[in-house]
């Protein structure tokens, strides 16, 4: 097998290599084309993995022909380019071109409907996208299925997921995923589905107090922008459950939480609109971006050794057999030497598991989300091979 990895070198690109040339993948490897805009990172990863089966490729996704030649030829692209740089429909795009399968880390739903819609050209090309297949969304969507499995009828599913770290504080702010993904969770107003329809809501709208176990405690969620509650309502196999309620909320780290509240308050929501200072026109994120960057470079050795853990879970009410049911279905993450001291080793992780699943079987062509991809039973136990723990309460 040839994976082709757009952005390999960055926080996700990055793990998603790590899992895939491990002794979990589950699929025979031959090359891993790892394409990225820094040939900097990529030979700083390459040098640390040191496996063979690893080739480099620059590139610029601004340049078709030089994004066609890495994409052709491969059983798969991983794209992990951030979704808010504006290239994913273009790279989405060149793998149907290329005839080859495809899947991508979502990004808060930008771009989720187009890509459905293009379903019948996938389909008809006999090319496969499944789209946003990280922790979440992808985990979570997979989640929400083993929820209505439970179900007969459905009233609602309320998906959340909660990051803590622990340990001592963190003076440096270090970012759980690209800047422009947190900044628009925050900033930007979310669709989500009440009442039996979509619905948009203010950003930060929607907050919630959950009292959850040790290290996480007392959590608070808020809507915010992803692509589950764009898809999972209207899955085959709960559509037609009846369902008429579905939300997403997040919960990032107490301290952390308030410094991202803070920058959008100070006006770095509107991150892609230029600002002029001396004549020069210039985007808030890119500045915010480089003295994040340089505040961590310089400041590296007061970062503290913290331990990260996340909680993902789905509640879904309704009833099986006529009985009123409350079904939950939880995945949790705890600290592992198997992760290291990773980022977000959870999303690289299961766009790992999710790229080799659909390598690992005969592939269905078309643009699906997770939940309508995946089976509970093929997916679960690749994450108990990652140390994931997943519970599953009925009352």
């Not at 390459?46 to 490729?57: G, K, N, Q, Y």
Request: aromatic share 8%; glycine share 8%; net charge negative.
């Amino acid at each position: 097998m040839i994976i082709t990895l757009l952005g390999g070198a960055g926080f996700m690109g990055a793990g998603i290599v790590r899992d895939l040339i491990s002794d979990r993948a589950i699929i025979d490897i031959k090359t891993i084309r790892l394409c990225d805009a820094s040939r900097e990172k990529m030979e700083a990863l390459a040098s640390e993995l040191a496996d063979p089966r690893i080739e480099l490729v620059s590139l610029d996704v601004t340049d078709p022909a030089a994004l066609s030649s890495a994409i052709s030829g491969a059983d798969i692209c991983i794209n992990c380019v951030p979704t808010l740089l504006g290239f994913q429909m273009t790279i989405f795009e060149a793998a149907l071109a290329a005839k080859v399968a495809y899947v991508d880390l979502g990004g808060l739903g930008t771009f989720t409907v187009k890509q459905l819609a293009e379903h019948e050209r996938f389909r008809a090309a006999g090319v496969t996208a499944v789209i946003g297949v990280g922790a979440d969304p992808g985990m979570s969507n997979v989640i929400c299925r083993a929820v209505a499995e439970e179900l007969d009828e459905i009233d609602s599913i309320n998906l959340y997921w909660a990051a803590e770290l622990t340990g001592d504080e963190n003076p440096v702010l270090v970012p759980p995923y690209s800047v422009s993904t947190v900044l628009a969770e925050y900033a930007h107003p979310s669709t989500q589905f009440y009442d039996g329809k979509h619905v948009e809501c203010p950003p930060m709208s929607g907050r919630e107090y959950l009292d959850l176990p040790e290290p996480w405690g007392r959590c608070e969620f808020m809507h915010s922008p992803h692509s589950e509650q764009l898809t999972v309502p209207l899955a085959d196999g709960i559509r037609e459950k009846g369902i008429k309620e579905f939300s997403w909320k997040l919960h990032l780290p107490h301290r952390e939480h308030e410094a991202w509240v803070g920058l959008v308050k100070a006006g770095f929501g509107d991150f892609a609109e230029p600002i002029e200072i001396g004549g020069v026109s210039i985007k808030p994120l890119d500045v915010l971006n480089k003295v994040i960057e340089r505040n961590i470079r310089k400041n590296g050795g007061q970062i503290p050794q913290q331990d990260s853990y996340e909680i993902h879970f789905a509640i879904g009410r309704g009833r099986k057999d006529g009985v009123a049911r409350t079904v939950t279905v939880e995945v949790t993450v705890s600290p592992d030497p198997l992760y290291g001291p990773y980022i977000d080793a959870c999303t690289s992780m299961n766009a790992s598991i999710a790229a080799q699943l659909i390598l690992a079987k005969p592939r269905k062509p078309g643009v699906f989300a997770p939940e309508s991809y995946f089976d509970v039973e093929e997916y679960f136990p690749e994450l108990e091979k990652r140390k994931f723990a997943i519970s599953k309460r009925i009352d």
